[in-house]
């Protein structure tokens, strides 16, 4: 069963914590992605990795952080120097990390800060 | 500046009737646009990928349209089903950097009983 999967669903933070999402994928795609989603607003890009051991900060990377070691996962920190990280966080993968290819999406991390 | 509009924000309409969701674009240069799907709560699926030389495509009941000259797309519903309801998001690729992408904020659609 192919797919791509978040974990967890929901995540509670307290502020000056720091927190792991999780994002696995099975697709043997080269390219991953991590998107904030907000109400009202399009996606918004904070880390992408195009192959394994090699990643770069997106649009919105300040106060989060990434990892690369496999080529099946690409967990993301969110620290507590992020100011307002409650959010939907979305990780997406393609198989090569060009425009043309689709970016399948997770299901997706609730995280709100308490 | 590379931008993607959809309108309306919000759209109700009842069961059975069709709509028409819209997307300006202006990404330069032009590649392809793609209509994902949202369901609330959940990552968003695609729906289609429309490219320069495409007008018309579509899937089961929805039917996506390009028009390359006045920059628009639009994603057209017919007779709508509740399973319908979630948010449609037009994504395209930045003109300057093929793997980053510009995503509208969405046209969150209703389908009422």
């Known amino acids: 069963d192919g797919g791509i999967t978040q974990s967890p669903k929901y995540l509670f933070r307290k502020e000056g914590q720091n927190v792991t999402l999780s994002c696995e994928q099975n697709l043997n795609h080269d390219a991953m992605y991590w998107y904030r989603q907000d109400p009202g607003q399009g996606l918004r890009l904070i880390y992408y990795s195009q192959i394994v051991n090699d990643f770069q900060k997106g649009d919105i990377a300040e106060g989060y952080s990434v990892s690369r070691e496999k080529k099946e996962s690409f967990p993301l920190t969110v620290t507590s120097a992020q100011k307002n990280p409650t959010a939907f966080y979305l990780c997406a993968s393609s198989l090569t990390g060009t425009g043309d290819n689709e970016q399948f999406f997770g299901p997706g991390t609730r995280l709100t800060v308490l | 500046k590379n931008q993607v509009e959809q309108s309306p924000q919000s759209l109700i309409i009842l069961e059975g009737k069709n709509c028409t969701l819209q997307?300006?674009?202006?990404?330069?240069?032009?590649?392809?646009l793609r209509w994902y799907k949202q369901d609330t709560g959940r990552g968003p699926v695609s729906l289609t990928i429309m490219t320069f030389s495409e007008n018309t495509k579509s899937n089961g009941r929805y039917t996506a349209t390009l028009d390359a000259d006045t920059k628009q797309s639009s994603l057209h519903i017919t007779a709508s089903q509740l399973s319908d309801s979630a948010s449609y998001i037009c994504v395209a690729p930045r003109g300057d950097s093929s793997y980053k992408l510009i995503f509208g904020s969405g046209t969150r659609l209703l389908v009422r009983p």
């Open positions: 997307c300006n674009y202006t990404v330069s240069p032009f590649s392809n």
